[in-house]
């Protein structure tokens, strides 16, 4: 006998058992026919992820390997960086990764449900990427002193050995990360789950703590810079983007979505 299986374009994310029930008069015979995974799937016009180009889907669901921009305005480096989305024991993480989120924890039912989201996908892996919530979350940002007693960012040159440190630490948050480490491994997760996803790299970056629009410095009367005030400038900031409709606030903003997992302020 042969079984077709068509799902719903906007049907839950994850893991699924497949199991055949034969009712013959009062009896019922049941059997466990496997497990299969469902993901989003950029090929199917129905899926909130849909990208009709067959170029960009090349690039931005299936390439493995890409070059990140950091430096500063003056000096732009190029790094490589394998994501490896479709590296072995790569889909259980990313699946286990959802599981382990606070939304989760918090309430799995509806936490379940709305796995069909790629909204809320991204919001979810966003947040397990980087540990500082103790979330059980994937890399722990560390910017300033040193890096003797662990990895240091600038050596990492790809997601996959970091989430599988993640995996055999009993998903403790490998030290350390950065900005673009965030980035990669956060492309890495949402490409393996079938969401279009690219980084942008900017320069000159600003960091509004306290949202009033401007970087704020202070000074005394005789014009020393006082050390007051959280706002910061950057060299440079990396973050991720995802292509995937908004039927929650229109068809003009279609397209590529901005997710930052640098952990710099808790998330509202």
């Not at 996908?121 to 003797?148: A, C, E, H, T, Y």
Request: charged residues 20%; aromatic residues 14%; proline residues 4%.
């Amino acid at each position: 006998m042969n079984f077709t299986i068509s799902s719903p374009a906007n049907a839950v994310i994850g893991r699924y058992n497949l199991i055949l029930q034969v009712t013959s008069g009062n009896k019922i015979f049941s059997r466990f026919l496997g497990q299969f995974v469902l993901l989003f799937n950029p090929w199917c016009p129905g899926d909130d992820v849909y990208m009709a180009d067959e170029n960009e889907r090349q690039e931005y669901v299936l390439n493995e390997n890409g070059i990140i921009f950091v430096g500063n305005a003056k000096y732009i480096e190029a790094r490589g960086w394998y994501y490896g989305q479709f590296q072995d024991q790569l889909l259980n993480i990313c699946l286990t990764m959802l599981d382990l989120s606070l939304y989760y924890r918090q309430d799995p039912a509806i936490d379940v449900s709305r796995r069909g989201d790629p909204k809320y996908v991204g919001r979810v892996i966003s947040s397990m990427i980087n540990g500082n919530d103790n979330d059980n979350g994937v890399l722990l940002g560390k910017w300033q002193g040193s890096f003797n007693s662990h990895e240091n960012p600038s050596r990492w040159d790809g997601s996959v050995v970091i989430l599988q440190k993640w995996r055999q630490d009993n998903y403790k948050p490998v030290q350390y990360g950065q900005c673009w480490v965030f980035a990669g491994v956060m492309c890495t997760v949402l490409r393996c789950l079938g969401i279009p996803t690219r980084l942008v790299s900017n320069f000159n970056s600003a960091h509004d703590v306290d949202r009033n629009l401007s970087i704020d410095k202070y000074y005394d009367s005789s014009g020393k810079s006082l050390n007051i005030g959280k706002d910061s400038t950057w060299d440079y900031h990396v973050w991720n983007e995802s292509w995937f409709i908004r039927p929650d606030l229109g068809t003009s903003y279609n397209g590529w979505q901005v997710l930052d997992a640098t952990p710099q302020e808790q998330s509202k």
